[in-house]
C-alpha cells in the first residue's frame, strides 16, 4: 500500500520553538523523551530512532545522513523554508495544536497556519497555573475556569490533560476542599514571585473533573496523555486503566476521551477501553516514529487487534522542530501501510476495506471526531 495520497489530519501535535529560542536548544533533545545530559548529549545518538532519522531526513532535505549534515542544511535554508520543506513533504490537511508545551518558547499557534490549518486545544493544567497568577480567591478562579473553558473561541478544538505527568490517572472524585487548600498554597506562590506548577492531586482532580462535566455537557473532545513520557511521569499511574471510572460514569458518556500515545506500552488497555466504551478514542502518535520499526509494527498491530478501525486515529504527537512533523507522517503512513498489507493477507480485512481503514485513520476519524465531517475541509 501507498498511503502518500492521504492527506494527514494531525489530531495531536505541539508548536515549533522560536528561531530565538533555537538558540540554547540541543537539536537531539526533539529525539528522546530523556533529558538528562548524558542522555541528550550521547546515548540519544545510539537509539534506532535517531539513527533512522538521519537517513529519512538525508532525502528530503539533500544532506548527509548526519547530524553535522541536518545542521548544515537547516543554516542552508534558513529556519522557514526547513520548516516549509518538511511540512510540505509531510503532506497535512490541517494542525491540532497543544499550545501548553514550553509556552513560553513558542511561536503562536496562528502562525502554523502557513503549512496548513490550524486549530488548537486548551491544556487544563496550563491554564490553571496562568488563573492561579491572575486570582486571589478560590471562588474567582473556579469561576475564571469554567469561564475559560465554556468561552472557547472558533480556533479552539478540544481539551487536553497531563494530569499523567502531574498525579497520575487515577483521577479520583471531586474534593473541593482539598483542592482549595491546594489553590491558596500555590496563590501564596504566586504572590511571592515564584513559579506556579499544578502538582497537587486533589486539584489536579478538580481541574479533570470540572473540564469533563464541560466536555460531556457541549461533546468537546478531550485529549489524555497516557503511557510513556519524560522520566517527570511515574509509568505506572499512566496506564489508561486508570481511567475506568471516568469512562463508567453515565453523565460523562458526552464527552470523547482520546488516549494519546497508543498508550504505549499499555497499547492493548487502550484498544480494549476502545472497544468497550462508546467515547473511548485510541491514538498512535508517539510511539509513531519513536519506537523501532518492528515496535511501531507492534504499536500499530496491538492497537487493531480489539479496537474497532473507527476508534483509531494517527498523530504526529511532533514538537519543537518540523522534522518531527515530516518523520511523524512519513512513519505513520509507512507503518500503517504494511500493518493494513498484513490484515489482507491474513484475511483480517479485504483490499478495499484496508483502503478504507488506511484513510479512517490518517484522516476521516479526526474529522468526524473533531469536526463532525467526512473529510476536513478548511472553515
Not at 276 to 300: C, E, I, K, Q, T
Not at 322 to 351: K, M, Q
Request: aromatic share 10%; proline share 6%.
Amino acid at each position: 500500500m501507498n498511503l502518500s495520497h492521504i492527506p494527514i489530519l494531525d489530531h495531536h501535535a505541539h508548536n515549533l520553538l522560536r528561531p530565538e529560542a533555537m538558540a540554547n536548544f540541543t537539536l537531539t533533545a526533539a529525539f528522546t523523551e530523556g533529558y538528562a545530559q548524558e542522555i541528550v548529549s550521547r546515548h540519544v545518538y545510539e537509539t534506532l530512532f535517531f539513527k533512522r532519522s538521519l537517513r529519512q531526513l538525508a532525502e528530503v532535505l539533500g544532506c548527509a545522513p548526519t547530524l553535522e549534515g541536518l545542521l548544515d542544511a537547516r543554516a542552508r535554508l534558513g529556519y522557514e523554508q526547513t520548516a516549509q520543506v518538511l511540512f510540505d513533504a509531510g503532506g497535512f490537511a490541517a494542525l491540532l495544536l497543544d499550545d501548553g508545551f514550553m509556552p513560553d518558547r513558542i511561536m503562536p499557534t496562528a502562525w502554523h497556519n502557513r503549512f496548513a490549518p490550524t486549530y488548537r486545544f486548551i491544556r487544563i493544567e496550563h491554564l490553571a497555573a496562568q488563573l492561579i497568577a491572575q486570582h486571589a480567591t478560590w471562588p474567582r478562579f473556579c469561576e475564571a475556569f469554567r469561564a475559560a473553558l465554556e468561552a472557547r473561541g472558533p480556533d479552539v478544538i478540544g481539551f487536553k490533560s497531563i494530569v499523567a505527568y502531574r498525579t497520575g490517572l487515577d483521577v479520583q472524585p471531586m474534593d473541593a476542599q482539598g483542592a482549595e487548600r491546594a489553590f491558596i498554597a500555590l496563590r501564596a506562590r504566586a504572590e511571592r514571585g515564584e513559579p506556579v506548577r499544578v502538582a497537587d492531586k486533589p486539584l489536579n482532580d478538580w481541574l479533570v473533573w470540572t473540564m469533563l462535566e464541560i466536555a460531556a455537557r457541549d461533546r468537546v473532545p478531550v485529549q489524555f496523555h497516557t503511557g510513556f513520557g519524560d522520566p517527570d511521569l511515574d509509568l505506572r499511574t499512566a496506564n489508561p486503566l486508570h481511567l475506568r471510572p471516568i469512562f463508567e460514569n453515565a453523565a460523562l458518556r458526552g464527552a470523547p476521551i482520546v488516549l494519546l500515545h497508543a498508550c504505549y506500552p499499555f497499547t492493548r488497555e487502550g484498544g480494549y477501553l476502545a472497544a468497550v466504551y462508546p467515547n473511548a478514542y485510541l491514538d498512535l502518535g508517539l510511539a509513531l516514529p519513536y519506537l523501532s520499526r518492528p515496535g511501531m509494527r507492534f504499536a500499530v498491530s496491538a492497537a487493531l487487534e480489539l479496537a474497532p478501525v473507527s476508534k483509531v486515529m494517527f498523530s504526529t504527537d511532533a514538537h519543537l522542530i518540523p522534522e518531527t512533523f515530516y518523520l511523524g507522517a512519513r512513519c505513520g503512513r509507512e507503518i500503517i501501510a504494511e500493518v493494513l498489507s498484513h490484515a489482507v493477507a491474513d484475511g483480517d480485512l479485504s483490499s478495499a476495506e484496508a483502503d478504507a481503514a488506511a484513510l479512517d485513520i490518517l484522516h476521516r476519524n479526526a474529522a468526524r471526531l473533531y469536526f463532525g465531517k467526512e473529510r476536513f475541509e478548511p472553515t
